[in-house]
């Protein structure tokens, strides 16, 4: 069970590099998120998508881009990085419609580190 | 906008105690989903408990039990008979209850609880 995998683990970047971070998903789920986690500031949304097709913007979304590529992946990418942009991100999906009063649980990635120098 | 607050930035407890982690948020909605996440040392994400803010049974999930006070805006994380395993990132996090589809999470800060043999 894959579930939700996140590429690469590990990057490291210089001011002003470019990147995109990758998130498939096996669950044949409608909703996927980014979030990042900084020391002292638990998980903050950046992008999600609620189905394939939608975008929308969370609490922190300046500096990135998100794309979701189809129902099983969705992109974020840095144009232009920067050292605030050093942090642990991650990925989540989620069912994303209602079965009863269930909401649907977040599934997340692993993670990924960026540093950016 | 709702929010999520975790008052105790870190904890301890004595294998086989008992720890209660403390949660309160702000929302005027009534109809949502509250969850404790649970990320170890590994870093992956792992959902301990879930509740539903219409139900005034209190979830049990194991040795997982928490406290809702839903006029109290409350919702307290109860771990039995601790074990070393749950050395662990606590977060807390509110889901507002959309139809169709979900809305993202929202979390708070986390409290940081270390387990003692």
């Known amino acids: 069970n894959a579930g939700v995998t996140q590429t690469p683990k590990f990057q490291v970047l210089k001011t002003g590099q470019s990147m995109t971070l990758q998130c498939a998903q096996d669950?044949?789920?409608?909703?996927m998120y980014w979030y990042r986690q900084d020391p002292g500031m638990g998980l903050r949304l950046i992008y999600y998508s609620a189905s394939e097709g939608t975008t929308d913007k969370g609490e922190v979304p300046n500096g990135y881009n998100v794309s979701r590529l189809n129902k099983r992946e969705f992109s974020l990418r840095l144009e232009s990085a920067a050292p605030s942009q050093t942090s642990v991100y991650f990925c989540a999906s989620s069912e994303g419609r209602l079965k009863g009063w269930y909401a649907g649980e977040l599934f997340f990635g692993e993670g990924s580190r960026l540093t950016v120098l | 906008a709702q929010t999520v607050t975790q008052s105790q930035p870190e904890m301890s407890v004595q294998e086989a105690e008992t720890v209660t982690l403390s949660c309160t948020y702000d929302t005027s909605e009534n109809n949502y989903y509250l969850f404790w996440y649970k990320q170890p040392p590994s870093r992956q994400m792992i959902l301990v408990i879930r509740?539903?803010?219409?139900?005034?049974q209190n979830a049990t999930e194991n040795r997982f039990s928490v406290n809702f006070q839903k006029a109290a805006k409350s919702f307290s994380l109860k771990i039995s008979d601790s074990q070393l395993g749950d050395t662990a990132m606590y977060f807390c996090a509110f889901m507002k209850h959309v139809n169709p589809g979900n809305t993202p999470l929202v979390f708070g800060k986390g409290t940081r609880l270390s387990v003692i043999a």
């Open positions: 669950m044949n789920h409608n909703s």
């Open positions: 509740q539903e803010a219409y139900k005034q």
